[in-house]
């Protein structure tokens, strides 16, 4: 078996103190599992599902941690003792975490997971097994474990990890108490990312309306280039106007040889537009996902009528779709830019 780093919060090799107490958000979820602790009702085996990055691997290791803690308490575990130290630094023998190997879980891994389960715990009460990205499991892999999910030992506690649940067998997720983590509010989120991130508050707004809830991107997001690639769009928004057809297509040849920068640039267009849309309907700043380009959304809106933001959106839109459809990246560019600057 293989022990991994909280993928959900990205860090360098390690994971913070695992205690309920340091997880943003998700208090429905924790409050759940502090009542099982409490009434010492917690089921087998949980199936912790939500998109990637919120924080489920987090509080899978929050739940190891204290089903082990030696100064154990109802809101979970102490943080301070040998115990749940060891979880932290993923040394604790009796926790582990199975990940896919290459683009499965294999059937040997599987294998390996039910003889380490027929032993006792080394020491804790709990043998605790995390499966992150569970969906991967192949047919071979999900059937076998399915055998450990029927027939658990006593002292084990299983917890599934996915962003996918219904890529699981439905006879796996029968099995499982099913809990649900729901993105972080835009509003937990800045607020975290200006502690853990030292940003502005404008900055943080920022990268948590990019982050669409999700903490792992909040913290990986490198905010210079989602500002360098926004600027790009407003350069485009007010120069492609006085282009000539040749510089137009020039600049399309180049954005061609690049198909991750055409990406980018139609993916930060249809934001763009968005929040262009959002401010002219409404006015409201706080409401922006780049807050910061409030001035180019007030031109904006002063320039162009609402038919022809909304033709814009859709250009965009059936760009990425032909992008996505592997059509020739330079002949979507070319056909974006002249368009949009018409």
């Not at 896919?100 to 605790?128: M, N, T």
């Not at 658990?152 to 299983?158: E, N, Q, S, T, V």
């Not at 219904?166 to 975290?192: D, K, M, V, W, Y």
């Not at 282009?243 to 600049?251: D, I, K, N, S, V």
Request: net charge negative.
């Amino acid at each position: 078996m293989t022990r991994g780093c909280e993928s959900d919060d990205p860090g360098n090799g390690s994971v913070s103190i695992m205690q309920f107490t340091t997880i943003e958000g998700h208090e429905k979820a924790i409050r759940i599992l502090q009542r099982a602790i409490a009434n010492n009702a917690l089921a087998h085996a949980y199936l912790f599902s939500g998109q990637a990055g919120i924080g489920k691997k987090k509080t899978a290791f929050a739940l190891a941690a204290a089903v082990n803690c030696l100064n154990a308490r109802p809101e979970g575990g102490c943080g301070e003792c040998p115990s749940c130290r060891k979880v932290d630094t993923l040394g604790h023998p009796d926790v582990h975490v199975l990940l896919p190997d290459g683009d499965e879980i294999k059937i040997d891994q599987i294998r390996q997971v039910q003889a380490d389960f027929a032993l006792k715990p080394f020491e804790g009460p709990k043998k605790v097994l995390i499966v992150d990205n569970a969906e991967t499991m192949n047919a071979a892999s999900s059937n076998a474990f399915l055998k450990t999910l029927e027939e658990p030992p006593g002292d084990a506690l299983i917890i599934l990890i996915t962003a996918m649940p219904h890529g699981l067998l439905p006879t796996i997720r029968s099995r499982c108490q099913e809990i649900t983590f729901q993105p972080l509010s835009r509003n937990t989120l800045a607020r975290a990312l200006v502690r853990m991130r030292g940003l502005s508050e404008d900055d943080a707004w920022f990268i948590a309306a990019l982050a669409q809830g999700s903490m792992g991107r909040g913290l990986e997001m490198d905010i210079e280039l989602e500002k360098t690639a926004r600027g790009e769009v407003a350069t485009l928004w007010s120069g492609l106007a006085q282009m000539g057809p040749a510089e137009t297509l020039a600049l399309a040849e180049a954005l061609g040889k690049d198909r991750e920068r055409i990406e980018r640039l139609i993916e930060t267009g249809v934001e763009a537009l968005r929040d262009a849309l959002v401010y002219r309907e409404t006015g409201e700043q706080r409401l922006l996902i780049h807050a910061q380009a409030q001035p180019l959304y007030r031109q904006v809106a002063d320039r162009y009528s609402l038919p022809r933001l909304l033709a814009d959106m859709e250009l965009f839109l059936a760009s990425r779709d032909l992008l996505d459809r592997r059509v020739s990246a330079q002949l979507v560019a070319e056909n974006l830019l002249l368009k949009f600057g018409r």
